[in-house]
Nanobody, 121 residues
Framework: QVQVAESGGGLVQAGGSLRLSCVASGRAFRPNSQEWYRQAPGKERELVASIDSYGPPMYADAVKGRFTISRDSAKNTVVYLQMTRLKPEDTAVYYC??????????????WGQGTQVTVSS
């Protein structure tokens, strides 16, 4: 079993910055990829950014050039989402999704509870 926990959300003015953290914890697992999603009121959950060990990070068009996803250099189970030049339309609950393996080829998906980001105009 793996637990995923997000932190770092809050209220910020438009143009400001926030850094979200996602920590995956548990026993004997290998993180394959971690992704940030967001869900605004009345809208579907959407992928914001993803990172894995095989290629460059991926970003949704709406956040390219403003958001940066990265892994902790010491702990590859910790992922950050640095958000800059925030806009009111970035307001949403941000969720972290971790895809992990436990020594075999099968992959398991775990979600965090989400952290609220509110951008005021």
């Amino acid at each position: 079993q793996v637990q995923v926990a997000e932190s770092g959300g809050g209220l910020v003015q438009a143009g400001g910055s926030l850094r979200l953290s996602c920590v995956a914890s548990g026993r004997a697992f290998r993180p394959n990829s971690q992704e940030w999603y967001r869900q605004a009121p009345g809208k579907e959950r959407e992928l914001v950014a993803s990172i894995d060990s095989y290629g460059p990070p991926m970003y949704a068009d709406a956040v390219k050039g403003r958001f940066t996803i990265s892994r902790d250099s010491a702990k590859n189970t910790v992922v950050y989402l640095q958000m800059t030049r925030l806009k009111p339309e970035d307001t949403a609950v941000y969720y972290c999704k971790a895809a992990v393996s436990f020594g075999g080829s099968k992959e398991y998906i775990y979600w965090g509870q989400g952290t609220q980001v509110t951008v005021s105009s």
